[in-house]
């Protein structure tokens, strides 16, 4: 039937007033309009930096095995069984025992009360898995342990990522996490993200420890490098302070020498084992060891009890600020890898904004004439229709705060051409019902049922590809497939209420004019 | 009313044809994966001078020995693409190399864009997209078995497969650039090529119902013909809006557009020379449909 109820073109009207008027919203100064919402646009038309970072666990798993290995040897001995050769090889922890003991043992670590390999109810699984062969017991982290060790580091990283990135300041920065050992940064706006890179590419593990010259240190010693790369030193493994205990870092300049240093503040406790190692300590030389690297190691002259001292080493006052920043935001817990990076100018954003907006005109444009000269009255019903289509899914778009990317806007273009389909479907029907139906009023009323389940099937079917890319793809495709999709609903929504609605308007006015269409 | 029909038997040469010569392309040419699939770096750069250009810059990269280099105009008069195969990630950073390069040619330069994909990304892309693709077809699929019969699906995914292979292997033969938004090109090619497929089914279908009499050899005929005028003002209306992409819509989406072009027309083919002829070879007829109808 080609009649409308009152109540239904209200409602029609209503919505549709109501989203041209939030697609509008976006045209004008936020402080000016009643709605703040606003279509965000992707990185690739306002510019800035996309970053994806992997998380290098192999380390923290080894950290991982070294620590049990240790926790099993007290254990055990603590427990009174026999075992030998406890060692790590191949990312696992081996030890043999003797025939009678392998029962007891064994029970320690199946146990789901298990302190040396704790069970996870959730996932029905203990941390490690264990086989026995013989006398020989072998320990390696299960699917779970592993997932568990990934994803609390990556809590950790993304903390100190997000840290990090805040102390840079840039404006709304996006940090989220993908899988269980990535981190994905966006930052809007920012055209040279070298600097975050570098503050994001270290882990920033500070160490203060002793210069030594006897191999034989009870804790262990270790060869490392100077900072510059010209110089090496042995330095004792024992640790003295680490970057835990800092509670301040800020970059300064030291007014007798004039160098730029970093000073800093430590924590209670930090403070007193301070004091103590350089008490002790009087004329020897404390390295300050950043990531496996020697920063400095000056020779200690008095104690220092105050809890702040100075890091000197050849630093620019921008890197004397950005170690002061690492210091201040902690230590990542491993090593982050950028494995992907996406950096898009200012000025080419607004280029591809201005040539995809200029592309949308034309294209709007070349449709709209030629549905004129095709339909006449009816094209200019479509056209309307169409036009209105825009404001709908700009609106629609806006109100989700949907992200609108370069692909994005190809896909309103290709919105444009596609939507008129429903409505070349609708008027070639009505055109066919015309050669067998002479009443306008049915004919219309009979092409709009008949092409019902064509334009329901062609849009279905769009759709599915729509929704397929949205989680399928990536970045700004995915921007490509929210509006497709918006798209379809609003083309729909145009054509079976505004359309259909002005369409009836026309024919019952003119229900005896011949060749109506 | 054109005799649509009288065309199948050479159309179908055609299109095997096609089909074939296209997975040789594939198989043997391959496709030139950009960096989102290849892994690299991708730098589009502004020169402020304009005495720079594509041999100048090429010559400059190439003396930094960063590999495999390809350096082609893009767009503007001073607006070059570089594309690196960096094999090792490590060797140099985006920074290094425009030090370089201003230090070298001695002028200044804007990075407008820098993508750089490391392999395990690359590779993850590309399994994604073809996942994609893959399953959208099945799900088309699905969606064709389910509204109409069985043998009406065959044909769709014959069509859709054909338009797919075919645009892939223009991009072969012509060596255009295989990046992500291609993917979304091709999966909306998909769902064009469906939609077109459906308009003339839903067509025969109808038909089908109506004249128990007439043979599907013309019946097709017939539903192509009765379309037409749709299949044509609506290829007309996406194209107008496509082409003004490729022309106007700036570098960036030239490839997306330029592959939409070619699905579109390739679409609009296939649904009257692939989908409907299978529907005449797998003797669709009224039986057909109207057994659905008594179960």
Same mark, same amino acid.
């Given at each position: 039937?080609?009649?409308?109820?009152?109540?239904?073109?209200?409602?029609?009207?209503?919505?549709?007033?109501?989203?041209?008027?939030?697609?509008?919203?976006?045209?004008?100064?936020?402080?000016?309009?009643?709605?703040?919402?606003?279509?965000?646009?992707?990185?690739?038309?306002?510019?800035?930096?996309?970053?994806?970072?992997?998380?290098?666990?192999?380390?923290?798993?080894?950290?991982?095995?070294?620590?049990?290995?240790?926790?099993?040897?007290?254990?055990?001995?603590?427990?009174?069984?026999?075992?030998?050769?406890?060692?790590?090889?191949?990312?696992?922890?081996?030890?043999?025992?003797?025939?009678?003991?392998?029962?007891?043992?064994?029970?320690?670590?199946?146990?789901?009360?298990?302190?040396?390999?704790?069970?996870? =109810?959730?996932?029905?699984?203990?941390?490690?898995?264990?086989?026995?062969?013989?006398?020989?017991?072998?320990?390696?982290?299960?699917?779970?342990?592993?997932?568990?060790?990934?994803?609390?580091?990556?809590?950790?990283?993304?903390?100190?990522?997000?840290?990090?990135?805040?102390?840079?300041?840039? =404006?709304?920065?996006?940090?989220?996490?993908?899988?269980?050992?990535?981190?994905?940064?966006?930052?809007?706006?920012?055209?040279?993200?070298?600097?975050?890179?570098?503050?994001?590419?270290?882990?920033?593990?500070?160490?203060?420890?002793?210069?030594?010259?006897?191999?034989?240190?009870?804790?262990?010693?270790?060869?490392?490098?100077?900072?510059?790369?010209?110089?090496?030193?042995?330095?004792?493994?024992?640790?003295?302070?680490?970057?835990?205990?800092?509670?301040?870092?800020?970059?300064?300049?030291? =007014?007798?020498?004039?160098?730029?240093?970093?000073?800093?503040?430590?924590?209670?406790?930090?403070?007193?084992?301070?004091?103590?190692?350089?008490?002790?300590?009087?004329?020897?030389?404390?390295?300050?060891?950043?990531?496996?690297?020697?920063?400095?190691?000056?020779?200690?002259?008095?104690?220092?009890?105050?809890?702040?001292?100075?890091?000197?080493?050849?630093?620019?006052?921008?890197?004397?600020?950005?170690?002061?920043?690492?210091?201040?935001?902690?230590?990542?817990?491993?090593?982050?890898?950028?494995?992907?990076?996406?950096?898009?100018?200012?000025?080419?954003?607004?280029?591809?904004?201005?040539?995809?907006?200029?592309?949308?005109?034309?294209?709007?444009?070349?449709?709209?004439?030629?549905?004129?000269?095709?339909?006449?009255?009816?094209?200019?019903?479509?056209?309307?229709?169409?036009?209105?289509?825009?404001?709908?899914?700009?609106?629609?778009?806006?109100?989700?705060?949907?992200?609108?990317?370069?692909?994005?806007?190809?896909?309103?273009?290709?919105?444009?051409?596609?939507?008129?389909?429903?409505?070349?479907?609708?008027?070639?029907?009505?055109?066919?019902?015309?050669?067998?139906?002479?009443?306008?009023?049915?004919?219309?009323?009979?092409?709009?049922?008949?092409?019902?389940?064509?334009?329901?099937?062609?849009?279905?079917?769009?759709?599915?590809?729509?929704?397929?890319?949205?989680?399928?793809?990536?970045?700004?495709?995915?921007?490509?497939?929210?509006?497709?999709?918006?798209?379809?609903?609003?083309?729909?929504?145009?054509?079976?209420?505004?359309?259909?609605?002005?369409?009836?308007?026309?024919?019952?006015?003119?229900?005896?004019?011949?060749?109506?269409? | 009313?054109?005799?649509?029909?009288?065309?199948?038997?050479?159309?179908?040469?055609?299109?095997?044809?096609?089909?074939?010569?296209?997975?040789?392309?594939?198989?043997?040419?391959?496709?030139?994966?950009?960096?989102?699939?290849?892994?690299?770096?991708?730098?589009?750069?502004?020169?402020?001078?304009?005495?720079?250009?594509?041999?100048?810059?090429?010559?400059?990269?190439?003396?930094?020995?960063?590999?495999?280099?390809?350096?082609?105009?893009?767009?503007?008069?001073?607006?070059?693409?570089?594309?690196?195969?960096?094999?090792?990630?490590?060797?140099?950073?985006?920074?290094?190399?425009?030090?370089?390069?201003?230090?070298?040619?001695?002028?200044?330069?804007?990075?407008?864009?820098?993508?750089?994909?490391?392999?395990?990304?690359?590779?993850?892309?590309?399994?994604?997209?073809? #996942?994609?693709?893959?399953?959208?077809?099945?799900?088309?699929?699905?969606?064709?078995?389910?509204?109409?019969?069985?043998?009406?699906?065959?044909?769709?995914?014959?069509?859709?497969?054909?338009?797919?292979?075919?645009?892939?292997?223009?991009?072969?033969?012509?060596?255009?650039?295989?990046?992500?938004?291609?993917?979304?090109?091709?999966?909306?090619?998909?769902?064009?090529?469906?939609?077109?497929?459906?308009?003339?089914?839903?067509?025969?279908?109808?038909?089908?119902?109506?004249?128990?009499?007439?043979? #599907?050899?013309?019946?097709?005929?017939?539903?192509?013909?009765?379309?037409?005028?749709?299949?044509?003002?609506?290829?007309?209306?996406?194209?107008?809006?496509?082409?003004?992409?490729?022309?106007?819509?700036?570098?960036?989406?030239?490839?997306?557009?330029?592959?939409? #072009?070619?699905?579109? #027309?390739?679409?609009?083919?296939?649904?009257?020379?692939?989908?409907?002829?299978?529907?005449?070879?797998?003797?669709?007829?009224?039986?057909?449909?109207?057994?659905?109808?008594?179960?």
């Amino acid at each position: 039937m080609l009649y409308f109820s009152k109540l239904r073109i209200i409602l029609v009207s209503l919505v549709t007033l109501f989203l041209v008027f939030i697609a509008s919203s976006n045209f004008f100064d936020s402080e000016n309009s009643l709605i703040s919402k606003r279509i965000n646009l992707g990185l690739d038309l306002q510019g800035g930096s996309y970053l994806l970072l992997e998380i290098d666990n192999g380390p923290i798993e080894i950290q991982k095995l070294q620590y049990t290995t240790t926790f099993i040897r007290n254990y055990l001995k603590d427990k009174k069984v026999i075992f030998t050769d406890l060692r790590i090889e191949d990312k696992s922890i081996f030890f043999n025992t003797t025939e009678k003991d392998i029962k007891i043992i064994e029970s320690f670590f199946i146990d789901k009360e298990s302190e040396i390999n704790p069970y996870y =109810n959730q996932y029905k699984s203990h941390q490690f898995d264990l086989t026995i062969i013989k006398n020989e017991f072998k320990l390696t982290l299960s699917k779970y342990g592993l997932i568990d060790i990934k994803t609390s580091s990556q809590d950790q990283a993304i903390e100190i990522v997000r840290r990090r990135v805040d102390e840079v300041g840039t =404006n709304e920065p996006n940090i989220l996490k993908r899988g269980n050992n990535r981190i994905l940064v966006e930052l809007p706006g920012l055209d040279d993200p070298m600097r975050i890179k570098s503050l994001l590419g270290k882990t920033a593990n500070l160490t203060f420890r002793f210069v030594t010259k006897k191999s034989n240190d009870t804790f262990g010693v270790e060869t490392l490098q100077f900072e510059d790369g010209a110089n090496e030193a042995l330095v004792s493994k024992r640790i003295i302070l680490n970057g835990e205990n800092l509670l301040d870092a800020q970059p300064q300049m030291n =007014n007798q020498t004039n160098e730029t240093v970093v000073s800093f503040t430590l924590d209670r406790v930090g403070a007193k084992r301070f004091g103590k190692a350089t008490r002790n300590g009087i004329g020897k030389q404390l390295a300050i060891v950043l990531d496996g690297k020697i920063v400095s190691a000056p020779v200690i002259r008095d104690a220092i009890l105050s809890g702040s001292g100075q890091i000197s080493g050849n630093f620019t006052f921008q890197s004397a600020t950005d170690l002061a920043l690492l210091l201040r935001s902690g230590a990542l817990p491993a090593p982050l890898n950028i494995i992907e990076e996406r950096t898009v100018g200012p000025d080419l954003g607004q280029d591809s904004i201005n040539a995809g907006v200029f592309a949308l005109l034309i294209g709007f444009l070349l449709v709209i004439i030629f549905m004129f000269i095709k339909y006449k009255i009816f094209g200019l019903i479509a056209n309307v229709t169409l036009l209105v289509n825009l404001f709908l899914l700009v609106g629609i778009l806006t109100i989700f705060e949907a992200t609108l990317t370069l692909p994005g806007i190809a896909g309103i273009i290709l919105t444009v051409g596609m939507a008129v389909d429903a409505n070349v479907l609708i008027f070639e029907r009505i055109k066919e019902e015309f050669k067998s139906e002479k009443n306008n009023i049915i004919a219309f009323d009979t092409g709009y049922i008949k092409s019902r389940t064509a334009i329901l099937d062609a849009n279905v079917t769009t759709l599915i590809a729509a929704i397929i890319l949205f989680f399928m793809g990536s970045g700004p495709v995915k921007g490509f497939s929210v509006t497709l999709a918006v798209g379809i609903f609003t083309t729909l929504f145009s054509v079976y209420f505004i359309a259909r609605m002005l369409t009836s308007f026309y024919v019952v006015k003119n229900k005896e004019k011949v060749d109506l269409i | 009313m054109i005799n649509f029909n009288k065309f199948y038997k050479l159309f179908n040469i055609i299109s095997a044809c096609l089909i074939v010569i296209s997975i040789l392309l594939l198989f043997f040419k391959g496709l030139n994966f950009g960096v989102d699939f290849k892994g690299g770096t991708l730098i589009e750069l502004r020169a402020n001078d304009k005495k720079i250009n594509v041999i100048s810059l090429r010559d400059s990269f190439n003396n930094m020995n960063l590999g495999n280099i390809n350096v082609k105009k893009f767009g503007n008069e001073n607006d070059f693409l570089i594309k690196i195969e960096k094999k090792d990630r490590s060797a140099s950073s985006i920074e290094v190399i425009k030090k370089n390069l201003s230090d070298n040619l001695s002028a200044s330069f804007n990075f407008r864009r820098v993508e750089n994909v490391g392999p395990k990304v690359s590779s993850e892309l590309l399994k994604s997209g073809i #996942i994609a693709i893959v399953l959208s077809l099945a799900a088309m699929l699905f969606y064709i078995w389910i509204r109409f019969e069985w043998q009406f699906s065959l044909g769709a995914i014959l069509a859709l497969f054909h338009d797919v292979i075919v645009t892939l292997g223009l991009f072969s033969l012509f060596a255009l650039e295989i990046n992500l938004s291609i993917v979304a090109a091709v999966l909306t090619i998909v769902g064009y090529s469906m939609n077109d497929t459906v308009v003339i089914y839903d067509r025969v279908r109808e038909n089908l119902k109506k004249f128990s009499e007439i043979k #599907i050899f013309e019946l097709t005929n017939i539903s192509i013909n009765e379309t037409l005028s749709r299949t044509i003002i609506t290829s007309v209306t996406t194209l107008l809006a496509l082409i003004s992409i490729y022309l106007f819509g700036g570098e960036v989406l030239k490839g997306f557009s330029l592959a939409m #072009i070619m699905g579109v #027309i390739f679409g609009t083919y296939s649904s009257i020379y692939i989908a409907n002829p299978i529907l005449v070879k797998l003797r669709v007829s009224q039986k057909t449909i109207l057994k659905e109808d008594n179960e």
